[in-house]
Nanobody, 122 residues
Framework: QVQLVESGGGLVQPGESLRLSCVASGSIFSINTMGWYRQAPGKERELVARTTSDGNADYADSVKGRFTISRDNTKNTVYLQMNGLKPEETAVYYC????????????????WGRGTQVTVSS
């Protein structure tokens, strides 16, 4: 079993910043991609940012230049630094990871955290 736990969400005013964290725990041999997605009520879940174990990163066009994804492989943790937040970015932010469980079983499985609420409002 694997569990992903997000933290760092909250209420901020437009233009302010937040830093999200996600820690993976459980039966983990290695982790390939880790990423952040967000979903507002009635909307489709969308990719915000993702990163591979070697440091390559992809971002949604709307957040390029403002958000930065990073990870600490020794702690199985991924971060999302969000600067200059906008009201339309209010959503539940979810952590995602592709995880290999065992040394002699090379398959990867996808996992989701339960999400952390980010609200951007005056």
């Amino acid at each position: 079993q694997v569990q992903l736990v997000e933290s760092g969400g909250g209420l901020v005013q437009p233009g302010e910043s937040l830093r999200l964290s996600c820690v993976a725990s459980g039966s983990i041999f290695s982790i390939n991609t880790m990423g952040w997605y967000r979903q507002a009520p009635g909307k489709e879940r969308e990719l915000v940012a993702r990163t591979t174990s070697d440091g390559n990163a992809d971002y949604a066009d709307s957040v390029k230049g403002r958000f930065t994804i990073s990870r600490d492989n020794t702690k199985n943790t991924v971060y999302l630094q969000m600067n200059g937040l906008k009201p339309e970015e209010t959503a539940v932010y979810y952590c995602n990871a592709d995880i290999r469980h065992y040394r002699f079983s090379p398959d990867y499985f996808g996992y989701w955290g339960r999400g952390t609420q980010v609200t951007v409002s005056s």
